[in-house]
């Protein structure tokens, strides 16, 4: 039954996606361009939309227990940082923030013809990172973070762990990128905890038991990075030790009376 309702739910998710690419190309991103002073409302109600239409479709046709989002303030200076557990990562943290769309750190295979999805990274100038790069295209990926962080209007999200980890616990941050954007202005930086999804982190077994998750997801902070002259070293392993700390907590059993 869990196979038949994640199947039921996937194809679902992907034909609505497909019909919805050209809609996406042709309605939305010229309406985005030719109208400036309303970008930000549009591509926002855009990304919350289909974000939202995908939880809710692997929630109410898989089974998946989706939790209660907490709301993120969509400022210029906010910056996300999440734990990365899932493929329902992304549209976790597009919904979480509030009256503006994040710009997320993405891996290049996102930007090869994906339906929707890899017109999508184009047309919010979602910063690119590829780990098999060459040292060439590599400088220019970090040039493009940079970019990013000293001049985007949204919030800027990124998984600093890099990759799913195997048992959901949270893995080593890579700290290049975070780094290179904590250094070019300040931030007040919010971390979400997310759980419960990461044994059904690979398609295949996001297939067969997306009725079996049951996924939570908390916030931290704000904190605030002020000093964008400092080492972003220590700042990076507090937020780390921050998010270990978090999940651990939301691990722990419940004690009995």
């Known amino acids: 039954m869990f ?16 019909l919805l690419d050209p809609v996406q190309r042709l309605v939305v991103g010229p309406w985005a361009r030719l109208a400036p002073s309303r970008r930000i409302r549009v591509l926002t109600r855009w990304q919350r939309f289909l974000a939202h239409f995908v939880l809710r479709s692997v929630s109410t046709i898989g089974g998946a227990g989706i939790p209660t989002l907490p709301a993120i303030p969509g400022r210029g200076d906010t910056l996300v940082l999440m734990n990365h557990q899932s493929l329902l990562d992304i549209p976790l943290v597009v919904a979480s923030v509030r009256n503006a769309y994040p710009r997320i750190v993405t891996r290049k295979r996102y930007f090869r013809w994906i339906p929707l999805i890899s017109h999508m990274v ?15 295209t590599t400088r220019r990926m970090l040039g493009s973070i940079r970019d990013a962080a000293r001049t985007t209007d949204v919030p800027l999200a990124i998984f600093p762990e890099g990759t799913r980890t195997r048992n959901g616990e949270i893995g080593r941050f890579k700290t290049t990128g975070l780094g ?57 392993q507090e937020m780390r030790e921050h998010m270990a700390r978090r999940l651990a907590e939301m691990r722990a059993p419940v004690p009995t009376a």
């Open 3 to 18: 196979k038949l309702r994640g199947y039921l739910a996937l194809t679902f998710v992907c034909l609505v996606l497909l």
């Open 122 to 136: 184009r047309l919010y100038q979602y910063p690119v990172v590829d780990p098999s790069a060459n040292a060439g």
């Open 180 to 236: 290179l954007i904590l250094e070019e202005r300040p931030w007040t930086v919010y971390v979400l905890v997310a759980d419960g999804f990461w044994q059904r982190a690979k398609l295949k077994h996001f297939l067969g038991g997306m009725g079996a998750i049951r996924g939570r997801i908390e916030l931290i902070g704000p904190f605030q990075w002020a000093d964008e002259g400092a080492d972003p070293a220590p700042f990076i």
